[in-house]
């Protein structure tokens, strides 16, 4: 079998890297925070294997993609923007499209914005936000959840860069990801460092190697592209007034870790469960919960691509 290739693609302004595997129709594959492509490590070859062509690509400010300076370059048009200009580059109209994190909500918006381009789309972790009329999901959370709130902390330009570098990236990285995150919610007077889950021991499907390249990638752009993204959840909400209540109809899965703290979040676990979910994306095929937390696709690799390729090759055979 093929094994990962790497190339550069110069598009919507900045320069692209992506990494691939194997041949057949296009799986693009858009990771969260704090990721980089090589969260789908595990997807790709098996992807390959099952007769796809798997395309995993580092978000602008992530990796070895372009980061651009200031935070205005991370709105949801500018990252949208680079996912069409990437299918142009490659000369393919439609993909299967696959969203961890905040690429799932990237995912969510490619599918509002372009849903010509889209076959189907596999939402992991975080379900379609619907635009609220009245106020933006980020200040409804902060009133909630309080100022401590991550979300909330990351929007101070700095703060966050401060906190992650007082114990350093490996540690930020290795509390984030092996730790879970926690709940996230600092006390008014402590940083969000404070309440990271201090990692003893490695869990078994996230090894010192995974820790070392996620380390090596994010020593070398620090993280304020990828926090830019947060601070630009208010101005999203703004910008994506057109779409208030605006249905998806791109066919979708969606699967989440049972304890992924995402489903924690006030009203998130009813919504999934419930008809609201159904109603808003009317051609979601499935919701799929499994044992395990918020990187599902990296605790539980076998369960979590049985479930993604049965569902790609069902559809693969309509093409």
Request: proline fraction near 6%; charge should be neutral; charged fraction near 20%.
């Amino acid at each position: 079998m093929e094994e990962i290739t790497h190339r550069f693609i110069k598009t919507n302004g900045i320069t692209i890297h992506i990494a691939e595997q194997g041949s057949g129709p296009i799986v693009l594959l858009l990771h969260g925070f704090p990721e980089v492509w090589y969260t789908w490590r595990h997807q790709m070859p098996a992807l390959a294997k099952a007769g796809f062509h798997a395309i995993a690509m580092d978000m602008r400010g992530y990796g070895e993609s372009e980061a651009p300076v200031g935070v205005e370059q991370y709105t949801l048009f500018h990252v949208v923007g680079d996912i069409i200009g990437l299918l142009d580059a490659l000369h393919v109209q439609q993909v299967f499209l696959v969203g961890h994190d905040w690429g799932s909500n990237i995912g969510w918006d490619v599918c509002r914005l372009r849903p010509d381009r889209i076959i189907a789309y596999v939402s992991v972790s975080v379900p379609f936000n619907v635009r609220a009329p009245d106020n933006s999901g980020i200040n409804k959370a902060v009133a909630i959840l309080g100022e401590g709130f991550y979300w909330n902390r990351f929007q101070e330009p700095g703060r966050a860069e401060r906190d992650f570098a007082s114990i350093g990236t490996k540690e930020t990285l290795k509390r984030i990801i092996a730790g879970t995150f926690g709940r996230g919610i600092a006390p008014h007077n402590k940083e969000l460092t404070t309440v990271f889950p201090v990692v003893q021991q490695l869990p078994p499907w996230f090894s010192e190697e995974d820790l070392e390249y996620y380390t090596k990638n994010f020593s070398r752009t620090g993280f304020t592209g990828p926090l830019n993204y947060y601070r630009n959840m208010h101005r999203n909400w703004e910008l994506s007034s057109p779409w208030t209540n605006a249905p998806v109809h791109v066919k979708a899965l969606f699967i989440a870790g049972k304890k992924d703290p995402v489903l924690q979040f006030p009203g998130v676990k009813k919504f999934v469960m419930g008809p609201r979910f159904r109603q808003m994306v009317p051609n979601l095929q499935n919701v799929i919960i499994l044992e395990g937390y918020h990187f599902i696709h990296e605790e539980k690799p076998e369960k979590f691509n049985n479930e993604l390729i049965s569902f790609l090759t069902g559809l693969k055979s309509k093409l």
